[in-house]
């Protein structure tokens, strides 16, 4: 799995967009970029995949460019309720194996929104 | 989506009793079980996988006769931590594979005392 480098803390204030980018320069031709998102005392949700070019949901968009060595998760406008710890993880998805990888998660970045 | 339901979310023990974490797949059939540890301010630590039917496979360094896991059916993961200690109070995740992806359990913290 290749290893992923995040910024350990970021601060924003409300109404701001708000990026955070991940590095995984051995990132392998089968790897999608999966992110996920982290309250106190909750496990991790899915905000975010994709494997190229830009991915955007109802919650975040997803900036891959096209060497894929990295990728920035950007949130339109946070609000004080995106304070989390955001993970991005690397990998090949399961269903492309036939199997479950094992989800190694680095340290995340810590998301403080302020009022 | 697929849900994952785990429970007690928190639960205290005395030091030296057994508890046991269970995490049930509510509308999906969970082959593939990962179980994870995370303490204050650090990130989720791997267990072990456990595969439904099979023995788990655990981390290194991890202890796994202290860290029981079953896995018995396709809808029901059990993680028990044997004689506990103050050192194993941790939060404590599970995580199934859906078939395109992964869902957590919401946690348990385990304070042992």
């Known amino acids: 799995l290749a290893k992923t480098t995040q910024p350990i803390s970021m601060d924003s204030y409300e109404g701001q967009e708000v990026n955070i980018t991940c590095s995984h320069n051995n990132i392998a031709t089968n790897d999608y970029i999966t992110w996920y998102q982290q309250f106190p005392s909750q496990g991790p949700r899915f905000i975010i995949q994709g494997y190229k070019t830009k991915v955007t949901n109802e919650v975040a968009s997803l900036f891959i460019p096209a060497d894929r060595k990295s990728s920035t998760l950007s949130l339109p406008r946070v609000s004080l309720s995106d304070t989390a710890v955001y993970y991005c993880?690397?990998?090949?998805?399961?269903?492309?194996?036939?199997?479950?990888?094992?989800?190694?998660f680095g340290a995340g970045t810590r998301l403080a929104v302020h009022p | 989506g697929a849900v994952v339901s785990q429970h007690p979310s928190r639960v205290i023990c005395k030091s030296g009793t057994s508890v046991k974490i269970e995490c049930r797949s509510l509308?999906?059939?969970?082959?593939?079980m990962f179980w994870y540890r995370q303490f204050p301010k650090k990130s989720l630590m791997l267990m072990a996988t456990s595969n439904e039917g099979s023995k788990a496979t655990y981390e290194q360094g991890v202890e796994k006769d202290k860290f029981l896991i079953n896995h018995a059916s396709l809808t029901l993961s059990t993680l028990t931590v044997t004689s506990a200690h103050p050192e194993d109070s941790s939060f404590y995740i599970c995580?199934?594979?859906?078939?395109?992806?992964?869902?957590f359990g919401s946690g348990t913290r385990l304070t042992v005392v």
């Open positions: 995580s199934a594979g859906t078939g395109d992806g992964y869902t």
């Open positions: 509308d999906f059939q969970a082959t593939t």
């Open positions: 993880l690397v990998g090949d998805i399961p269903f492309r194996r036939g199997g479950y990888n094992k989800l190694i």
